[in-house]
């Protein structure tokens, strides 16, 4: 019996010492030696881990500071503004895991690292980069200032050339003094990327950051040098007021004086009748001979106005421009000025000549008279840009593509009271075939079809042909007045008796 009472004794103790040797390892509590960014958790309850860790987050968060420096100016920014978050819930899940999971021997050698200080957890700090980016373009916002590019006028004084000493265009003449330059400035941009960069770089050590903003120089884009260089005469386009009445002169200068001195940026889109407006009495345009609905020359406001777009519209193709609309005349106009097929013919509301600077470059117009005895000879337009590569040259090439022959005029009668009402600017002529006075008022003319290209030469040899356009002029059909005459009778001769 004593026998069985010390067996049953043993027994219980070595229960007792069993279970005291196991019990460590399945409490709630964290095992001895495990730490959390730095600090000790063992022996505390998930709850306790957090109190402790929460005070620490505080302490980093508030500690968080970004200063951003330029010239004389700070911004601060903490931890409210980049959103700064330090969130341990996971890190201390995998805490309380250790030692406190699987079999006895899996959790003994837990335990065992646990205290060789191989369960060490760390979390880092979250901050929301967006947030800071958004700032930093505030900032760009505030402190951005655009380059100036430096800018050219052209001195231009109304229809006279204005070059001293010549009222015409000669070559070789230094025209410099016509263009007028104003500096330009250099401008700031705050370099967000770059900065940023910076940010990141500094904040990984300990999520304090002192840095200077990034800010870079920007250059203008045209400075007055460029802007002389990119000025050399492209084109000098010129035609001949041939029989043109002061009426006519006055409305041709009042049109071109909308371009004299225009500025054409690249890619603009010029149009003539936008700029030039309506052509009416109140805004002093005046009567001159212009071609009417029937093919006639006759009155109306504004006549001589086609010659001017004539003389631009050429001016613009030979600097390089895009055609974007133009229209021929009934017939063709001014082919001893340029070629066939290169006249424009505008009226407002129906036709337009319009063009885009494809150059790449400015443009700068000049436009004046040429004068002979005091009046107008010549109308003249200047057209300066970007110079072509060294070599090259560009020449307008018309090519006839068809002819049809002028149809038979049209003969009209007309009687005395309708001869009343009409204008009749020339003389009337006894037409013996008829047996009738005619007065022509229409010329009968010949249809033509052309092909327009522009032609680009490299120091004299063709690299380039460029098609523009095919202009289309349809056969002008005459229209005769006639009227009837009473043809005096000649009595014949009394014949002569001979001797």
């Known amino acids: 019996m004593p026998f069985i009472i010390a067996f049953v004794a043993i027994v219980a103790v070595i229960g007792i010492a069993t279970y005291s040797s196991m019990a460590p390892y399945y409490t709630d509590t964290i095992t001895k030696g495990v730490m959390i960014n730095g600090i000790d958790v063992s022996g505390m309850t998930g709850e306790e881990a957090f109190a402790v860790l929460s005070s620490y987050a505080n302490e980093r968060i508030g500690n968080i500071s970004v200063t951003i420096r330029y010239q004389d100016r700070t911004w601060n920014y903490g931890a409210s503004e980049l959103n700064a978050t330090l969130d ?10 250790v030692a406190r999971t699987g079999k006895i021997a899996q959790r003994k050698a837990e335990a065992q690292a646990a205290l060789s200080g191989q369960h060490q957890f760390d979390t880092s700090m979250a901050i929301n980069l967006d947030n800071l980016e958004y700032y930093l373009n505030r900032i760009k916002q505030e402190l951005d200032v655009p380059a100036v590019d430096a800018s050219m006028t052209m001195q231009c004084d109304g229809p006279t050339y204005t070059v001293q000493g010549y009222n015409y265009y000669q070559p070789g003449v230094d025209y410099s003094s016509l263009f007028v330059t104003t500096p330009g400035s250099n401008g700031i941009e705050v370099d967000v990327p770059m900065t940023m960069e910076l940010l990141r770089q500094d904040l990984a050590d300990d999520y304090n950051a002192n840095i200077e903003l990034v800010v870079n120089t920007i250059s203008p884009v045209h400075t007055e040098q460029s802007l002389r260089d990119s000025a050399v005469l492209l084109f000098h386009s010129t035609s001949k007021l041939r029989n043109s009445t002061d009426n006519r002169n006055t409305n041709i200068q009042k049109a071109l004086a909308n371009f004299d001195g225009m500025v054409i940026a690249p890619d603009q889109v010029v149009s003539f009748n936008e700029t030039v407006g309506e052509r009416t009495e109140a ?18 406001l ?39 097929g290169l006249d424009a013919m505008v009226n407002w509301g ?105 032609v680009w030469y490299k120091d004299g040899v063709e690299f380039n042909r460029e098609p523009l356009y095919t202009t289309t002029y349809k056969p002008v059909q005459g229209i005769t007045y006639t009227k009837a005459v009473d043809v005096p009778v000649v009595p014949e001769p009394t014949p002569t008796p001979a001797p």
């Open 283 to 300: 805004r002093g345009y005046l009567e001159a001979n212009q071609i009417g609905q029937d093919g006639s020359l006759e009155p109306g």
């Open 350 to 454: 129906t036709s337009d000549m319009v063009f885009k600077n494809t150059t790449g470059s400015y443009l700068y117009i000049d436009f004046y008279f040429d004068y002979s005895y005091n009046r107008p000879a010549y109308i003249d337009i200047d057209i300066y840009g970007m110079p072509f590569e060294p070599g090259v040259t560009v020449k307008m090439e018309s090519q006839k593509v068809s002819e049809e022959p002028a149809p038979a005029p049209q003969f009209q009668f007309k009687s005395a009271e309708e001869l009343k009402k009409l204008t009749i600017d020339g003389e009337w002529k006894y037409d013996a075939t008829l047996n009738l006075m005619t007065y022509e008022k229409v010329t009968s003319r010949p249809g033509y079809v052309f092909n327009v290209t522009r």
């Open 302 to 340: 504004g006549g001589g106005i086609c010659q001017a777009a004539t003389v631009l519209f050429n001016a613009a193709i030979n600097a390089g421009c895009e055609v974007i609309e133009r229209k021929p005349h009934k017939w063709p106009m001014y082919y001893l000025d340029y070629d066939w």
């Open 88 to 97: 341990f819930t996971e890190v201390v899940n995998s805490a309380k895991a």
